[in-house]
Every structure is written in C-alpha cells, then in structure tokens.
C-alpha cells in the first residue's frame, strides 16, 4: 500500500496513534520525548522533552549532541507522519545553530518539513526552552524510504 492508497486519518487520530505506540524506538525514551501535536497539511509536529541533569555539560547546560537529537527526532518523524507512516527519513546532513543555553527540564521541538520529494525531503526545526525562548535550531536534508523494521 503506498501513501496515495493507505487511507489518511484525521490529526488527531494520527497524534493518538503515536502516543499509544507499544514499538517506540528506546532512543525516543532515553530523550524524554512526547509527541504533543500536529499539523499533517502544513507537515509539522510538535515535541516535549523532560531532559534529564545527566544530560549537561561541565557547565550545567545540556550538551548541544542531546539538542541535535531531539532536533533530528522531530524531523524525522514529520516525515514518518507527512508520508502518512509509509516513508522514514535517514539524515544526509544537518546543521544547528545554538543561540542560547538549555537547562535540563521542560524542552520543546517544533519541526516542520520545507520541501518533501521523491528524493529528498529539507526540513527545519526550533528547540525552545521551559520559558518559550528560542535556544537552538536546525536544518536538515534526508532521503525519504519506505519505512521498513529491521
């Protein structure tokens, strides 16, 4: 079935399929992530994360890998939902821009697909801390798949 058969579901549905999935990648847990909304026309998705204090650096501050990941997480998966759960996303490159320090606690990731074809797919995301305020942001090209288990 590709994504022009599979029957589409509502936005909610789809945010409620994710929610209750029993086959999260463990790599979605040790990130603390929850998909918390999306937008399957516009193709993006919102995310919280509780990050964890073993996540900081020297500084306190959460090491700028764990804010690529969560980055690189939700574009990945407002791929996995614009394709209607047919295509994943593999990252060919990414780049982030840290603007100000993350803390370990309450974090979002609003990500957003900019352009998606047969080959490619460019996206971009912003990290916001507990406050709202802007701490990170990133682009992105992947090839998009069909998406297959290992």
């Known amino acids: 079935m590709t994504e022009d058969t599979k029957p589409r579901v509502s936005d909610a549905e789809m945010l409620a399929r994710f929610q209750n999935s029993k086959k999260r990648p463990p790599c979605s847990d040790t990130l603390g992530m929850r998909l918390v909304d999306l937008n399957q026309a516009e193709q993006w998705v919102r995310m919280e994360f509780d990050v964890p204090g073993m996540f900081a650096n020297p500084t306190g501050a959460v090491q700028g890998g764990f804010i690529s990941a969560m980055l690189d997480e939700a574009m990945s998966t407002a791929v996995i939902i ?52 802007l701490v990170a942001r990133a682009t992105a090209t992947a090839i998009p798949m069909p998406f297959k288990r290992l």
């Open 82 to 133: 614009a394709s209607n759960v047919t295509m994943t996303a593999p990252t060919l490159e990414m780049k982030t821009s840290f603007l100000k320090r993350l803390m370990p606690g309450k974090a979002s990731v609003t990500a957003r697909i900019l352009r998606m074809g047969k080959s490619a797919a460019f996206m971009e995301a912003d990290c916001f801390d507990a406050e709202g305020t």
